[in-house]
């Protein structure tokens, strides 16, 4: 398998513009979790779903973030607008139920910077 | 609610020197123990983990990590460090129940100076 999958690697956008990070999970995962971590912060869950449902929104920051999860094979982290408070990386891990140990494995991020 | 505490936010070690990052966490019910490794530039990838049987559990490159119920801890250890193990450490606890959804320590930045 390949792995969790992320795209873009980097990304540089200017402020008030919109930001879409994207990310497959390892086929056979049911559930998906997106990170935040910057310097200040460290690592904060965001949100993550179970079988394409959202579970815990609650580290979302603001409106102005939302993830969708169409199916199960892909899902979505928009920004909009973005800030550049919002300069971090961002990760995208899954894990599958049933396995007992409920390991995450993480995907390689994206770099997303705002001027 | 699970929580996880990691003692040290920085240690700093020579070369050779032993290691001990520690962690606690808070949850009263059967729990799945986990540290995870983040070299820089990199992401969040597995070093060892915890689910039952033996506490003494054996990882990659060395490591190793004890758990003591009695005492809510699991702790990394690592008897003879390399400059190639500056890192971050993440410890993190996952209720023993399907949860899925994993409680992250803070992390452990680690420099281990040539």
């Known amino acids: 398998d390949a792995g969790v999958i992320q795209s873009p690697r980097h990304e540089v956008t200017e402020m008030g513009q919109e930001v879409t990070l994207r990310c497959k999970p390892i086929s056979g995962h049911d559930y998906l979790f997106w990170y935040r971590q910057t310097m200040m912060r460290g690592l904060e869950l965001l949100i993550y779903f179970n079988n394409n449902v959202p579970i815990d929104d609650s580290g979302m920051p603001e409106d102005r973030f939302s993830a969708k999860m169409p199916n199960a094979s892909f899902s979505t982290l928009k920004i909009q607008p973005s800030e550049p408070r919002d300069s971090a990386v961002y990760f995208c891990?899954?894990?599958?139920?049933?396995?007992?140990?409920?390991?995450?494995?993480f995907g390689p991020g994206t770099r997303l910077t705002v001027l | 609610a699970q929580s996880v505490s990691q003692h040290n936010h920085h240690v700093i070690l020579s070369e050779a020197a032993s290691l001990e990052l520690g962690c606690n966490y808070s949850y009263g019910g059967t729990v799945n123990l986990f540290w995870y490794v983040q070299y820089p530039g990199q992401h969040l990838q597995l070093l060892l983990k915890y689910f039952s049987g033996d506490p003494l559990v054996k990882g990659i490159k060395g490591f190793e990590a004890e758990f003591i119920k009695s005492k809510f801890s699991f702790n990394l250890r690592k008897p003879s460090v390399q400059w190639s193990d500056t890192a971050e450490y993440f410890c993190a606890v996952n209720a023993g129940t399907n949860a899925g959804k994993s409680t992250f320590g803070d992390g452990t930045t680690l420099t281990v100076k040539p």
């Open positions: 891990a899954s894990s599958a139920q049933g396995d007992p140990y409920n390991e995450q494995f």
